[in-house]
Each structure stands twice: as C-alpha cells, then as structure tokens.
C-alpha cells in the first residue's frame, strides 16, 4: 500500500480514504497479503487527473461504479447514445494502439468530459468510430492528443451552436418530426461550408508563401 500511495503521489491515509469509498477496485489477496497492480495504480492516476479537472469525489465515485460494473460512462456524463455515428469497442491495449504513449490518465479524464468513452462490461466503448479514426490519425501527424481533445472541445461549443441554428430554422417552418429527416441537410451545409472555410486558408497560406 505504501508502495502504490507512493507511485501514485498520495498519502497512504489518502489511499485508505479511496478504498472506503470503493473508488479503487479491492486488492487482489493471497493468505495476509494484499496485491496492488497496475490497473489500480492507473485508477489513482485517473481520479488524480478528474480531481484536477473539478470533478467532486461523489461524481468520480459513479465513475468508478460504471467502469466496475459495466454501465456507461457516456448516460453518467449526460451523453445519450448516437443516432448515426457508429460506437467502436476497445480493449485498454487497443486503445493505446491507436494513441500510442498518449492515452495518459489526463487524456481520458479530457475524453471522459467529452463523453467520448464509455465502458460495455470489460471493455471500452468510444462514441464515434470516425472520431476515434481522426483523433488517431492527427496523433500519427505529430499532434498531441491532449491538444486534439482541446480543439475538440472548442468544436463541440461551435457544432452545437450550429445544432440549434439549425433546429430553430426547421422548428419555425415545419415540426419536431421532420428534424430526423431534414437531418443530412444541415451536415451537408456544414461539410460544405467547412470545405470552403478550408480552401480560403489554404489560398490565403499560399498567398503568404506558405507561412500560417
């Protein structure tokens, strides 16, 4: 115990205080000896990281009963489920594939905020395949994920102010019941006019020689 509280960077009393709690899995036992591994080293990291991102103690607490028995994060978060988007299972090993030496307890707290993971009994569950697809890939070019999840963060503020523009023009014309089918429009206006967006930038970094 002294061991992981030290690793960890906690006190032993505080490590005492997370047990009671049950915001640690038990130890695994032999005879009078009490084993600590890893996954709980990586779980105090985690609450660590949360703690440091606001999260009260009774909110990591659910946290850490939805992961332990399987429910999803994303419900706790208030992130139902996606209507298109396609969830991915992962293990921990294939999620550190995809983001190799960057899937730190800071950056699962971030994509926790996000709502992006989710648990589905021992696995994990990431709320969009292309976003899992896109995070890795911009990994792969050299950007670190925790800059990734910022941007992502700062996107979600601008795609859900364009969710209610969007909404607020069909629901003065037409009802509820046609927002599911005037859905691909408001994509496709969106797709359209970041295409454009992007294009601008490019000529105007051309313009300059190249420099941003």
């Not at 696995?123 to 800059?147: C, D, N, T």
Request: avoid cysteine; hydrophobic fraction near 40%.
């Amino acid at each position: 115990m002294e061991e992981l509280a030290r690793l960890a960077g906690i006190t032993v009393r505080t490590l005492r205080f997370y047990r009671e709690r049950k915001l640690i899995p038990p130890p695994r036992r032999e005879g009078r000896i009490a084993w600590y591994d890893d996954g709980h080293l990586a779980r105090l990291r985690t609450i660590t990281a949360l703690l440091e991102r606001g999260h009260t103690l009774s909110g990591i607490a659910e946290l850490a009963e939805a992961f332990d028995h399987g429910r999803d994060v994303g419900d706790l978060l208030g992130v139902g489920p996606p209507t298109e988007e396609e969830p991915v299972h992962l293990t921990p090993e294939d999620l550190a594939d995809h983001f190799a030496g960057e899937a730190t307890p800071e950056n699962l707290a971030a994509a926790m905020d996000l709502g992006y993971l989710g648990t589905d009994g021992g696995e994990i569950v990431h709320i969009s395949r292309r976003l899992l697809e896109v995070s890795s890939a911009l990994v792969r070019e050299g950007i670190p994920l925790a800059e990734v999840l910022a941007a992502a963060k700062e996107v979600r503020t601008h795609t859900d102010a364009l969710a209610d523009l969007f909404t607020a023009l069909v629901l003065r014309h037409a009802g509820p019941q046609d927002l599911p089918r005037l859905r691909p429009l408001a994509r496709s206006v969106v797709e359209a006019e970041l295409s454009l967006a992007l294009d601008r930038r490019m000529r105007e970094g051309g313009s300059r020689g190249g420099r941003p």
